[in-house]
């Protein structure tokens, strides 16, 4: 089953599709930023997390560059260029026995990078508002 989340997910990323994002969530989704202090909870909002992180992160440098996975869970490590700054990070994404993601926790480096991503998000977050 992992594989098949995995696979949906990677579907995603590439149609941008909201609605396959939302098919892949669990109801109690919980989403997990190095740019919010406190875990976002409920669907509705990782979604705009997600739909918003794709949009500042999922430019034509974006790619994952390997996986890993456990059980119920992956880590999947991704890289991307934005401003000039290379941004390398790891998805870590875990699943309930529906195949629906219920924790999704991004962790960036470097600082700079983290720095520019809370300036991104932060815009695109308002701009969605």
Known sequence: MGKDVI???HAFVRSRDPAAL???LAEDAVFESPVVHTPQAGRPV?????LAAMQVLGNETFRYEGEWFAESSAVLEFACE???I???GVDMIAWNEAGR???????VRPLKAINLLHQKMAARLTARA
Do not use: C, P, Q, S
């Open 86 to 88: 290379r941004i390398n």
């Open 101 to 107: 993601i219920t924790r999704f926790k991004v962790m």
């Open 46 to 50: 990782v979604e705009k997390y997600l």
């Open 22 to 24: 939302h098919a892949l």
């Open 82 to 84: 934005i401003d000039g």
């Open 7 to 9: 696979a949906n997910w």
